[in-house]
């Protein structure tokens, strides 16, 4: 990548989220910096996911996911878990507090500000990930505070981004 | 909307931006928060512009756009200027330091961190806004420092959000 998009991509501001979906009673959640909101009326987010990561196939199948809002003193450990391990390979969910919703789509009930549960309207490919846009159906509010950007992630904590993620960006010349 | 939808959307973050495009030598541009990347390979970003919009007139006839990522300090006045105007009635880069790229599509110099041109891939039809999706063909940097999020402009500038904006949410119940 160009180093000037580069340096111009990075001055962008994110939020941190878990994404989480099921097939059944198997529950997978990941973590991720691109949700937004994109209309009003009706209240739609779109999701970005990597195809390679087992949310992706989980989404595609159900049509339903949600959006579980970060706090700002998330533990690195936590990050860890919903970040950088594949839900191919372990149970996020097994030592993690959450509900379901009707659908038995989870969501978080620890490191949470709020959740919503989204059902897929469109499923737009871009390559490498899908762009899910959905409706919100639900809104659960979890706890109170600020919540956990990209910023503080990278900046306070020194955390680093995954290689799957719509913003790992690796600055190929100098 | 349900009052649990509005607090969920509002617990997201959000950076604050200038989408500019043109026509010819017409030249225009309007805050947004709703800019992301959704790709690193190729470098791609989505932006929401709501279809009442002359920015969006324009991005849909030339495919091609810029956004500049608002510093922190930029003042209530060119918030007001490019967040609050209608392109229609004023000539919004008259008093305002740009460049243009070869395109002929214009990008800021002032209250700005950083700049990109993108060429437009993809229109998703959302109702009330369209979703562009493109890719990022040149990137400036612009000049240092924190850039303006959508929580500061709210919290500590205390702004307000445009009605045709993605996120002009009203609680409708209580």
Request: glycine content about 8%; charged content about 20%.
């Amino acid at each position: 990548m160009d180093e000037w998009i580069f340096k111009s991509l990075c001055a962008m501001t994110y939020g941190l989220y878990v994404v989480s979906s099921c097939d059944g009673e198997k529950l997978n959640g990941q973590i991720t910096n691109t949700v937004f909101q994109v209309t009003a009326d009706p209240a739609r987010v779109a999701v970005g996911v990597n195809k390679k990561n087992l949310t992706h196939d989980y989404i595609e199948k159900t049509g339903r996911f949600s959006v579980s809002v970060l706090k700002q003193e998330t533990p690195m450990l936590f990050i860890g878990l919903f970040g950088f391990k594949s839900g191919r390979d372990i149970n996020k969910f097994e030592k993690t507090g959450y509900k379901k919703y009707e659908s038995g789509v989870p969501f978080l009930l620890e490191n949470s500000l709020a959740a919503m549960e989204i059902t897929v309207e469109q499923s737009v490919d871009l390559g490498t990930h899908t762009l899910f846009i959905g409706s919100v159906v639900k809104g659960e509010k979890i706890s109170d505070g600020p919540a956990l950007t990209y910023d503080y992630y990278h900046n306070v904590m020194k955390g680093k981004t995954q290689k799957n993620a719509t913003t790992y960006n690796v600055e190929t010349s100098s």
